[in-house]
């Protein structure tokens, strides 16, 4: 039997990971222990367990979620047991080593206190606050929000880009440049792929310079059931940003609890990357930003305050009533910098284009050297998809629904030509409309009645006829 002694162990605030190795060098074995925390009744944590003897399965031997490290009954005896049945090495000794080293380790553990001379010329870059200048910190958790469909999907995977590039963004290159991940709770790979072929177009690149820059893993869960594999991805391609799309996803839980948004944002710490994290804004902040009466002062993410104060950095971005389904005219507000001062708000359109296939097909990001101001909503015009959802909303019954049409209807009743139509209704940034099941029908969705009757409210002079005027 192989002996396993004197592991190479790694220490964290709670996560301590051991492997094992034989004299030549090969490696035998790994024992992770994560979610470590102290109670009355012992130190609890989890344990996952790897043999690398014969074969290097991603996935592991053994894998449990709650266990007190000070009992020898209970799960402990189970998780001994089933070592025994793995053979080929001494787990019991190299269990017990592990254990020991981890109790130890979490028990005792305190600072050096090393401090920085912040005159010294010759200190090195790992001080620089910022992996890309002023939008992404170079360490821990960037949040992004703002409104659904307000393009910070595609704001991120521009930032993307240029961190694995090093091609500038507003003119500024990335400190570090080097791979990224980008880990998606809300769409498949194609249209990831999609914007990232259209974006990196206005950059002059093809697809195959792009290959090995961006990874995206899609994960149907919660972040916590995904960590460990991405965590692999992390070190075994030296990825140097992870997006997370989006943080209530990656709760899956509720996004008002702040135990669980403090775990989550301790998950992402232990990816080892700087992290750049997209979330939502709530209704009602929804609303009167498509008033163009939210001021950013008052905006927040949705859900828990703690989304905010475990940030290193936080940007809003404010998306202003003139904006299109073709070009979104917006302003980044930094809401929140630590260890740096707050940068002046950005002004930011993007303009876009589609294919006849409903494809994205061109991404374009212009930045001005400050806020563009907002069009309110009484002195704006309709646009087509506004005015198409105010007509749709005006059919009503007596019940107060809204009839059910099928997209040829809703163009020759609202005279909005019939491509339009489509292209509006169908789109999948759409939010204002849903298609019955089964059926060619349209209705206006939650979000889009909320918004009918604000459009309604100020516009009752400007109704679109069955010519169009």
């Not at 919660?222 to 070190?235: G, H, N, P, T």
């Not at 630590?338 to 708000?345: E, Q, T």
């Not at 629904?401 to 609202?414: C, F, H, K, Y």
């Not at 489509?422 to 979000?447: C, F, H, M, R």
Request: one cysteine or more; proline letters at 4%.
């Amino acid at each position: 039997m192989i002996p396993l002694t004197d592991p190479v162990s790694e220490y964290s605030e709670d996560f301590h990971k051991h492997d094992f190795y034989d004299e030549d060098g090969t490696h035998l074995a790994t024992i992770e222990f994560d979610e470590i925390e102290d109670d009355r009744s012992g130190t609890w944590c989890e344990v996952t367990v790897w043999t690398h003897v014969g074969h290097d399965n991603p996935e592991p031997d053994i894998a449990f979620e709650r266990v007190n490290l000070l009992t020898k009954g209970g799960s402990m005896a189970s998780i001994l047991k089933r070592l025994e049945l793995l053979g080929s090495v001494n787990w019991v000794q190299g269990f017990s080593t592990a254990v020991f080293r981890t109790i130890t380790n979490y028990r005792t553990a305190s600072s050096e206190g090393v401090w920085l001379d912040p005159l010294d010329s010759n200190a090195d870059d790992a001080t620089e606050p910022f992996l890309l200048k002023p939008f992404i910190a170079s360490s821990g958790t960037t949040v992004l929000y703002g409104m659904q469909g307000s393009a910070k999907s595609m704001l991120a995977v521009r930032f993307s880009l240029t961190v694995a590039t090093g091609k500038p963004f507003d003119g500024v290159k990335p400190t570090r440049k080097g791979p990224v991940l980008y880990v998606d709770f809300e769409d498949t790979p194609e249209p990831h792929q999609y914007r990232l072929f259209a974006i990196a177009q206005e950059m002059g690149m093809t697809m195959d310079e792009m290959k090995g820059l961006i990874y995206h893993e899609r994960v149907s869960r919660d972040l916590k059931s995904a960590r460990r594999r991405l965590s692999r991805i992390v070190r075994d391609n030296g990825i140097v940003l992870v997006i997370i799309d989006s943080v209530g996803l990656a709760l899956a839980g509720d996004v008002s609890g702040s135990e669980q948004t403090i775990k989550l944002f301790k998950m992402f710490s232990r990816l080892n990357a700087a992290v750049l994290a997209i979330d939502h804004m709530t209704k009602e902040n929804n609303t009167k930003m498509a008033l163009g009466t939210l001021k950013w002062q008052e905006s927040t993410p949705i859900g828990s305050q703690y989304t905010t104060s475990s940030a290193r950095l936080v940007w809003f971005l404010n998306e202003l009533p003139q904006s299109t389904d073709r070009r979104k005219v917006s302003n980044l507000y930094n809401t929140k910098a630590n260890h740096v001062a707050k940068h002046k708000p950005i002004g930011m359109t993007v303009d876009m284009d589609w294919n006849k296939k409903g494809l994205l097909t061109e991404v374009k990001f212009t930045t001005t050297g400050g806020m563009i101001d907002a069009v309110t909503a009484k002195e704006m015009e309709l646009g087509k998809h506004q005015q198409l959802l105010v007509w749709h909303f005006r059919q009503q019954r007596e019940d107060g629904n809204v009839i059910p049409m099928r997209l040829v209807d809703l163009s020759r009743g609202s005279g909005v030509g019939s491509s339009t139509v489509n292209s509006i209704v169908t789109s999948k940034n759409a939010s204002w409309w849903e298609q019955l099941p089964g059926s060619k029908q349209y209705i206006i969705s939650p979000d889009g009645m909320e918004m009918a009757m604000l459009y309604a409210s100020w516009n009752t002079g400007s109704e679109i006829g069955a010519n169009g005027e």
